[in-house]
């Protein structure tokens, strides 16, 4: 959620800090600040709200420094204030900080009978101040930290900078996710790789329980016994193109035109003319009984879309859990059991803590991420990306349609693995998957004519989608879109529920979006859009041209989507969805990479 940037450099930190920060902007924040050293001095500059307003502040009140922290802060505790924005000093520290201390108040409590109050309602503010305590006991910056270290309690990320050390950091990961970046002379500290990238490809990823004493020449790294260890420097490879717009109004603009193509790279990687190819070791699904599809979010509509697949084309039971709810469930898990966890950054709590209750228990962990360095995938026996690249805008898009197409595979390879599916069906079946970046691409075309309704739609308060089998899934996903990035309040409902509740909210100012390609349920959807119409409903149909001529008329709007394979629906029927935010958000005028209280990534509870 919040990030972290940490410089060592040759040239003065500030600029850079901000910059690094800029990129992290789509962990979602509310508040940002630097501090530096300065000829020994530690100082610091905050501010409430966008990083412009941090840059803006820096031009008036200048912080020079070729050593730095910053950070980009989403409210947990304490409202988003400058008092309560990071970086928060106590004495001669500063730090920064992902997470959440789950005893702050009962070391707050101990450090006020020090006579160590806070100005902060932050639990950040108490890991300064205890840093301080030891300071002051005469321990040195790296011991300070340690003890301090030793003393906190939840998941966080932390980079330290104390006055008169112009040439030291100290960072520590425990849960939350935190990368060292090597430079020429020169080291660099980040929530993640893409904050670091402009500076550097060569990164290091801390481990669960790892601290690390940060030079411009060197990086001694602890575990959490305290035993130095080493940890791989690895190049990261980032196309920095895929982080910048790219000439579009938003990210999730040009997100939503890359589908076809990130899709395209993603069949590549795993489909050949007759087979699915896995990277190694593999799955063989013939091994398993049972899947376990555990996520969060849009990933948890992805896993519910894959529900269907794996039962349908490969007939093998599979369970879709909410990673939040299965962690504390704590459910039986019989033998034979494949899990699977999907995650875009790979860094989700929930999903992560999902994923360590499952080790042995189950046969096999799988992940599918977009970051194949995260900890969900070190986590995991076989990760599976998604090639999606980048994805910078909050609401998920690419890395949704991407999930969904390395879900397909899977249950097709389930399915070939289990004997369901022939030699001859799963080469007409990759046929078929090979044609989907095109169809795409032609659903990207219809941005257009989905703005010209989405003009209409921003006007509303309340919307429904309705959706049968693997649709109803997507009209979840298309509720969530809507209320995500316009702030409309929207609701998906499977269609055969209907009758069950939500026809009482039917009347002609709610738009009632119906998801249904002509297949074998269409009857059954048309059916349930006369009862929405009987009421003085509108509804915006999404179907194929078959579709159209069935059940076109009488609609309030129509959006023919080209004809495809009933399997691979899902994914090209996620494109109009998205455009549907999309357009109602910008007529809306909000922010649509940045929607109000949101977080791309979910590192705490």
Known sequence: MCGIVGVLGSHEASPILVEALKRLEYRGYDSAGIATVNGGTLDRRRAVGKLVNLSDLLVHEPLPGKSGIGHTRWATHGAPTVVNAHPHKAGPVAVVHNGIIENFRQLRAELAELGLGTESDTD?????????????????????????LGRLEGAFAL??????????????????????????????????????????????????????????????????????VERPVKTVNIDLARIEKGGHRHFMAKEIAEQPSVIGDTIRHYAGTREIVLPEPGLDFSQY???????????NYACFVAKYWFERIAGLPAEVDIASEFRYREPPIPARTLAIFVSQSGETADTLAALRYCEGR??????VVNVAESSIARGSDIVLPIFAGAEIGVASTKAFTCQLTVLHMLALKAGSDRGVLSGTEMETRLGLLSSLPGLVNHAVGESAEVERIAREVAEVEDALFLGRGAMYPLALEGALKLKEISYIHAEGYASGELKHGPIALIDQTVPVVVLAPSDELFDKSVSNMQEVMARGGRILLITDPAGARKAGDGCWRVLTLPEIA????????????????????????????????????????
Not at 211 to 222: F, K, N
Not at 289 to 299: E, I, P
């Open 124 to 148: 950040t503010e108490t890991v300064a101040l205890l840093v301080q305590h030891h300071l002051r006991a005469g321990l040195s910056p790296q011991g300070a930290a340690e003890a301090t």
């Open 159 to 228: 980079c330290l900078l104390f006055e008169g050390e112009e040439d030291l950091l100290i960072a520590a990961r425990r849960g939350s996710p935190l990368a060292i970046g090597h430079g020429e002379g020169e080291m660099f500290v980040g929530s993640d790789a893409i904050a670091l990238a402009p500076m550097t490809n060569r990164i290091t990823y801390l481990e669960d329980g790892d601290w690390a004493v940060l030079t411009r020449h060197s990086a001694q790294i602890m575990d959490a016994e305290g035993h130095a």
């Open 289 to 299: 009984d049972r899947v376990l599809l555990v996520a969060c979010g849009t990933a």
């Open 362 to 367: 189950v046969d096999r962990i799988a992940s």
């Open 566 to 605: 009933a399997d691979l629906a899902p994914i090209l029927y996620a494109i109009p969805v998205q455009l549907l935010a999309y357009h109602a958000a910008v007529a809306k005028g909000t922010d649509v990479d940045q929607p109000r209280n949101l977080a791309k990534s979910v590192t705490v509870e």
